[in-house]
C-alpha cells in the first residue's frame, strides 16, 4: 500500500512513495550530469513506467526537482511549525492560537442571520492538540476578498467531538461569506487559548506581544473562567488593560449574632467577625476597573439558609456614603458562597466593603472573601 508524502515528513523507508523519492533523486543527479542521464532513466522504466528521454527529460526534471526540494526542506518546516508552543512552562500563549485557521464550506451565505457550516468543528494548536473551542462565547473573524468581520455566535451546533454533521455557527453577518473563506479567532488567540486552559483544569494565559487581543478582550477574557488567569505581557502602548487583582478581607472566629457585619483586610489590627461600623472601608481600590467574580469560605457553615449573606458594597469618593452593588452571595448552611455573574465599577481610590449579614444564635465562622478587580 503507498504511503501519502505530505511534504512535512520524509517518506518511510521500503514505500513506494519512499523508493519514488530516491529514484527522483538519483533522476535529478543524473539529469544535472548528461553522460549517465540514460542509465538513471532506466531505473524509473524498470519500475515499470514507459520512459523516454528526449520526450520527457523536463517533465521528469521538474518533477525530481520538487519532490527533492519539499523533502530537502520538511526538517526545516517541521522546526519552525513546533517552535511556535501553545503552552510553554505551564502557560498557554495567545498569540500562538491566533492564527489557526478553519474555512467555511456550502455558501453562498447571505447578510443577516444565517447559520454557515465550517470545515471541521475543532482546531489543531501549532503543537499538536486538538481542541473545540466553538460557542456563544466565542467571536470569531471570517476572511473572505471583500474584506473581514468579527461575530460572535448567538447559536452553535454540531461542533463538540464526535459529532457527525458539519458544525454550523449562527451569526448576524454583514458580509456575504462562501466556501473556502477562512475563519480564525476574533481575539488575538486569547479566547481560544482560555477555553484550552480551561479544559485542562485551569492555569494562565499570556497575552503575548505577538497577539491582536484588545483591552476589551483582555478585561472580557479575565471574566470567561474562573480557573484561568490573564497575564499581560504587552507593552502599555498597546492600551491592554493591567494584570487582574485580588482583593482579600476576613473574619476570624464565629460571627456576632443577628448582626450586619463588615470583613477587614488581612493587614487590620483585629480580624474579628463582630466589626459593625458602617463606615469602614474594607479597601481602596487601587486603580480604575470592574469588580467581578466575588469567592468566599468559612471555616464553620451558618445556622440556617439565610445565614451569611455577602454583600460587596462602594462609596463614592466624594461623600464616603456606602450603597449596595449587585454583588451578592450567600453561604447557608454551606461553606462556601461565590457570585460569578454580577460586575461592579468602581474608581481609583474608591472605598469598598464586604457586608455579611448573620442570625439569631449564628455558627457561621472563620470567613474569607475575595473580590476580583479587572
Known amino acids: 500500500m503507498a504511503t501519502a508524502f505530505s511534504g512535512s515528513t520524509i517518506p518511510p523507508l521500503g514505500s513506494k512513495t519512499a523508493a519514488d523519492f530516491l529514484d527522483a533523486r538519483k533522476l535529478l543527479i543524473s539529469l544535472l550530469t548528461p553522460r549517465s542521464s540514460f542509465a538513471a532513466g532506466k ?4 519500475r515499470g513506467r514507459p520512459f523516454s528521454f528526449q520526450e520527457k527529460e523536463m517533465q521528469r526534471f521538474l518533477k525530481a526537482t520538487a519532490i527533492f526540494l519539499l523533502t530537502a526542506f520538511a526538517p526545516l518546516a517541521a522546526s519552525a511549525q513546533t517552535s511556535n508552543l501553545s503552552k510553554a512552562a505551564g502557560r498557554y500563549v495567545a498569540g500562538a492560537y ?7 464550506i456550502g455558501g453562498p451565505y447571505a447578510t443577516g442571520t444565517v447559520s454557515i457550516q465550517l470545515a471541521h468543528p475543532w482546531i489543531e494548536t501549532p503543537d499538536g492538540r486538538t481542541i473545540y473551542p466553538y460557542s456563544t462565547s466565542l467571536p470569531v473573524t471570517i476572511f473572505n476578498p471583500s474584506g473581514s468581520e ?16 458539519p458544525c454550523t455557527i449562527t451569526v ?9 473563506d477562512y475563519v480564525m479567532s476574533g481575539t488575538g488567540g486569547l479566547y481560544e487559548a482560555a477555553f484550552d486552559a480551561n479544559g485542562n483544569g485551569g492555569g494562565n494565559v499570556v497575552v503575548d506581544p505577538g497577539s491582536s487581543a484588545t483591552a476589551t478582550n483582555v478585561t472580557n477574557a ?10 499581560d505581557e504587552k507593552t502599555a502602548a498597546t492600551g491592554i488593560a493591567s494584570p487582574s487583582l485580588l482583593l482579600t478581607a476576613i473574619g476570624t472566629g464565629t460571627a456576632t449574632a443577628s448582626s450586619t457585619l463588615y470583613l477587614l483586610s488581612p ?23 470592574t469588580l467581578r467574580n466575588l469567592q468566599c469560605t468559612a471555616t464553620t457553615g451558618g445556622v440556617n439558609a439565610s445565614s451569611g449573606a455577602v454583600t460587596v458594597r462602594s462609596a463614592a469618593v466624594s461623600s464616603g456614603t456606602f450603597s449596595n452593588t449587585s454583588i451578592t452571595a450567600t453561604f447557608g448552611a454551606a461553606t462556601s458562597a461565590a457570585d460569578t455573574t454580577h460586575t461592579a465599577n468602581v474608581t481609583l481610590g474608591q472605598p469598598i466593603q464586604i457586608q455579611v449579614t448573620s442570625q439569631a444564635s449564628e455558627t457561621l465562622a ?6 476580583q478587580l479587572n
Do not use: D, K, M, W
Not at 531505473?43 to 524498470?46: I, L
Not at 460572535?152 to 459529532?163: D, I
Not at 489590627?269 to 476597573?289: C, S, Y
Not at 472563620?366 to 473580590?371: E, L, N
Open 267 to 289: 493587614g487590620a489590627a483585629t480580624n474579628a467577625f463582630t466589626n459593625t461600623t458602617a463606615t469602614n472601608a474594607t479597601f481602596v481600590a487601587p486603580r480604575t476597573g
Open 98 to 104: 491566533q492564527g489557526i485557521s478553519n474555512s467555511v
Open 222 to 231: 479575565r471574566a470567561l473562567y474562573t480557573n484561568v488567569g490573564i497575564e
Open 150 to 165: 468579527t461575530l460572535t455566535p448567538s447559536a452553535v451546533s454540531n461542533c463538540s467531538a464526535n459529532s457527525l454533521a
Open 366 to 371: 472563620g470567613v474569607v472573601c475575595t473580590v
Open 172 to 180: 448576524t453577518a454583514s458580509n456575504t461569506h462562501g466556501q473556502g
Open 43 to 46: 531505473t524509473f522504466a524498470g
